[in-house]
Structures are given as C-alpha cells and as structure tokens.
Nanobody, 125 residues
Framework: QVQLVESEGGLVQTGGSLRLSCVAS????????MGWFRQAPGKEREFVAA????????FYGDSVKGRFTISRDNAKSTVYLQMNSLAPEDTAVYYC??????????????????WGQGTQVTVSS
C-alpha cells in the first residue's frame, strides 16, 4: 500500500503559476506510475497528467498540454505538477494518484488504486 499527501494548493491570479507536490509513503514509490486528476464543482473528475515509474514517459490532458508539467523524484518519493499560465477554468480540487501496473501510464481513473486527499487550486480572473 502507499499513502499520498498533496501539498497545499492556493489562490493565484490568471496567468500565474503554482507547483503542487505529492509525497508518498509506504511501498517503494518507484513501483507506481503516478497521475494527477482534478475535479471542478459540479463536474466529473478528469485526467490532468501522468508519469511512468521511471519518469521517462509523460502524458497530458488536452486542456493542460503545453502549460502543465508533471515530474517525479523517486529518491524523494515525490511527484510534482508545475502549472503555468493558469486560467479560471483550472480551478478545481487536484488529486494525485498511484497506479500499480508495471508498464506505461494511464488516463483511466479506475486504474489508480491509491489517492491523495486532494488540494484546492483557485484561479481568479
């Protein structure tokens, strides 16, 4: 099992940047590919970004491509989400998640067995 704890989110202005982190404890962090998801009020949870176990493969949702960057530091058991050029539509609760499959990455919520508690990101216009 792995436990995930996201950093505090925050309030930023449109066009601003914010970096989220998610620290894992429990089983070996490098055993999991990782993902970030978000959920806005009244909307379904959506895929944001994913990274493979070694960090050599990344994948992004269309709405964040070119603005967000996912990375990981296995020595620190931490995954990051750097968010640039933030817009009001990025306002949501952001969740990190761990996936135990060996290969690649996934956009599917159902493939992630472990979730953090979520952190609020609010972008003001």
């Amino acid at each position: 099992q792995v436990q995930l704890v996201e950093s505090e989110g925050g309030l930023v202005q449109t066009g601003g940047s914010l970096r989220l982190s998610c620290v894992a404890s429990g089983r070996t962090f490098s055993s999991y590919s990782m993902g970030w998801f978000r959920q806005a009020p009244g909307k379904e949870r959506e895929f944001v970004a994913a990274i493979s176990r070694s960090g050599d493969i990344t994948f992004y949702g269309d709405s964040v491509k070119g603005r967000f960057t996912i990375s990981r530091d296995n020595a620190k058991s931490t995954v990051y989400l750097q968010m640039n050029s933030l817009a009001p539509e990025d306002t949501a609760v952001y969740y990190c998640a761990a996936r135990a499959e060996i290969w690649g990455v996934s956009t599917m919520i159902s493939e992630y067995g472990y979730w953090g508690q979520g952190t609020q990101v609010t972008v003001s216009s």
